[in-house]
């Protein structure tokens, strides 16, 4: 098993570009979780998906949307990035949603010019 | 929202000493989590915690859950250069809450 993977590694835009962090599991894992982390802010919910076919903002959700594309994929998009979006990205899932711990994925750096 | 406390911020030891870091919450929660957090990587799990006042062992690494359901403790024992990292707490809810992280390094 791969566990969690992210696509891309690294990514730098230009304000105003769009883009999309791809995240899939492999673990067969209900929920689904995008978080940023920033330096001092530890890390930041964006936005969740508890299932199959439902997503609910979290901490930080503004500049952002998610699609569940299916069980295994969770993706994040990028409208119109500026640079307050330049941040590290995660992708975590675990199996369900109260007692269950949560597994991440390596990470997308993306820097906003 | 929720907020988690954690601290200290950072820590600088030798090797061999031992670490202590805790995590205080206004809330209450189910569930306590420690991850850790190595340079370039996301982070992993280390201990996890489900009843107020468990105390539970991963090797060199104890954590404790308060019985208050409101804070959490990690020590490390006998600390060596691969503990150098950031440990993260978390509480879960229905999802997690994450702490701002002790960067800790280790001088030989």
């Known amino acids: 098993n791969a566990g969690v993977t992210q696509t891309p590694k690294f990514q730098v835009l230009k304000t105003g570009q769009s883009m999309t962090l791809q995240c899939a599991q492999d673990?067969?894992?209900?929920?689904m979780y995008w978080y940023r982390q920033d330096p001092g802010m530890g890390l930041r919910l964006i936005y969740y998906?508890?299932?199959?076919?439902?997503?609910d903002k979290g901490e930080v959700p503004n500049g952002y949307n998610v699609s569940r594309l299916n069980k295994r994929e969770f993706s994040l998009r990028l409208e119109s990035a500026a640079p307050s979006q330049t941040s590290v990205y995660f992708c975590a899932s675990r199996i369900g949603t109260v007692q269950e711990t949560q597994y991440f994925g390596p990470g997308t750096r993306l820097l906003v010019l | 929202g929720q907020q988690l406390n954690q601290s200290p911020q950072s820590m600088f030891i030798q090797e061999g000493e031992d670490v202590s870091m805790n995590c205080t919450s206004s809330s209450i929660f189910n569930t306590w989590l420690w991850y850790k957090q190595d340079p370039g990587e996301g982070p992993v799990l280390l201990i996890a915690l489900y009843k107020a006042g468990e105390l539970t062992s991963n090797g060199r690494l104890t954590a404790q859950f308060g019985i208050t359901r409101k804070d959490s403790f990690l020590n490390i024992s006998a600390s060596i250069p691969s503990d150098v990292g950031i440990y993260f707490c978390?509480?879960?809810?229905?999802?997690?809450?994450f702490g701002t992280g002790t960067r800790l390094q280790v001088f030989p």
């Open positions: 673990m067969n894992h209900n929920s």
């Open positions: 978390a509480g879960n809810t229905d999802k997690l809450i």
């Open positions: 998906s508890a299932s199959e076919g439902t997503t």
